[in-house]
């Protein structure tokens, strides 16, 4: 692994010269206590130390709402439509990056993605070990506190303004260098940059899942009966927040509909959220989730075992967003997690 030493005065140069192929996005701090990734600007403020975004990742590759054909009803010809602008997001905590990882894999499953593929390939991803961890975050006992593909560099802050570069792909390092020369890590950069990661991992590890995560599956296997259920989705106010928010939610719907002249036509998907009662319901009118309990624990068992089955990881990174979005507190996963290993361990 080959890794370089970037100073903090560097930076400003490299944006400019980043920002000139790339939509580059950083994180910043939108309110008190809040982050997002946002353009990056001449002299703006990157939030280095931001604890979490309030939004996934997920947004940048499967976007809210995107066309996917264009058709004319006059000659019946369809087009497809793929927009896949070429961007770079800097600050990535590993978390996040586990996140995508998982997105990669599932979006290959069954019937590739072909718009998720295109922007996934004209997205840089420049990763940064967390300074500071959410207050709801565990995704160090989820296995996410540490990823070894899906970046295309790695930065780990060493000192006040000092940067140790891990490099992850071609394209990467060929970003990094595009400004000239920069210094190689030495020994001693490697071992700070180890410490750093350690302490880190420490800190994190403070807080979250009470068992192995590789049990996590065999656990929820035995929980569908589970009291918790019908305890918990009984103050659920079916917002699907928890769903909009998850890095690793990417279920859509997909829709038509005809312009004014009922001459030409688009299909597009947006995001939807299998916590919304309308997402079971088919055409008759069968709702195959229509009660709270049933969507509660649907979303648990996808994040606890029918993913897991799928990829061998839970999909869930521990990143806390559907905590703090849960208006009813109630969408914890650590809470059921850990409730449910005490029952069935
Ligand atoms: S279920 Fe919650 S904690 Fe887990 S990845 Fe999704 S938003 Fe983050
Ligand atoms: S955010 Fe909370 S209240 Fe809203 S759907 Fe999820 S569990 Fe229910």
Known sequence: MSAYIVYQDQLPGLFRLWAKIYKVHV???????????APWEPGGEVAWDYDLTVNPLKRFLLPPREDLVVFDARDYTAKGVFEAPQQLLFGVHPYDLRAVAQLDQLMEHGSPDKNYRRRRDNTVIFAMEPLRIAPDAFWSTMGAGRADIGFDLYWTKIGPATFFVEVGT????????????????????????????????????????????????????KAWDDSIWREKSSMCLACGSCNLVCPTCYCFDIREEMDETMTRGRRWRQWDACMLPSFALVAGGHNFRAKHLERYRHRYFRKGKYIFDMIGEPGCVGCGRCIKACTARIANPLTVFNRLWEEYA
């Open 27 to 37: 994180p910043v701090q939108t309110a008190p206590g809040f982050y997002d990734f």
């Open 170 to 221: 071609a394209r990467g390092e060929e970003l990094l260098l595009a400004g000239g020369e920069v210094e190689r890590a030495s020994a001693a950069h490697h071992e700070a940059a180890r410490r750093t990661r350690e302490a880190t991992r420490r800190h994190a590890d403070a807080h979250g899942l009470k068992f192995p995560w590789q049990e996590l599956a065999r656990v929820m296997a």
